[in-house]
């Protein structure tokens, strides 16, 4: 278990070790998820942390991608 204390400006520090976990970084934003008396911490991430999923060697269109996407996909369930 880790715990973390309150400022008096309602602020807490996430432990080390959670961050790691969730691969924050500095300025990354969270959301604040209510299950009955439980939070969940989530990270939020951006479309462009996705940069760079996608191998390819040329330029591709939206199309493309998303046809490298499925094609992609397919291959790591074996319907190739």
């Known amino acids: 278990m880790f715990t973390s204390s309150v400022t008096q400006k309602g602020q807490v520090t996430i ?3 959670i961050r790691n ?4 970084q500095a ?3 969270v959301a604040f998820i209510r299950r009955g008396d439980h939070i969940i911490i989530k990270p939020l991430r951006s479309i462009f942390s996705l940069k ?3 191998k390819s060697d040329k330029e591709m269109d939206s199309d493309q991608i998303r ?3 499925k094609k992609d996909i397919a291959a790591k369930l074996g319907r190739e």
């Open 15 to 17: 432990p080390k070790k």
């Open 21 to 24: 976990i969730l691969s924050l």
């Open 27 to 29: 300025n990354d934003q």
């Open 52 to 54: 760079g999923l996608v």
């Open 67 to 69: 046809d490298r996407v």
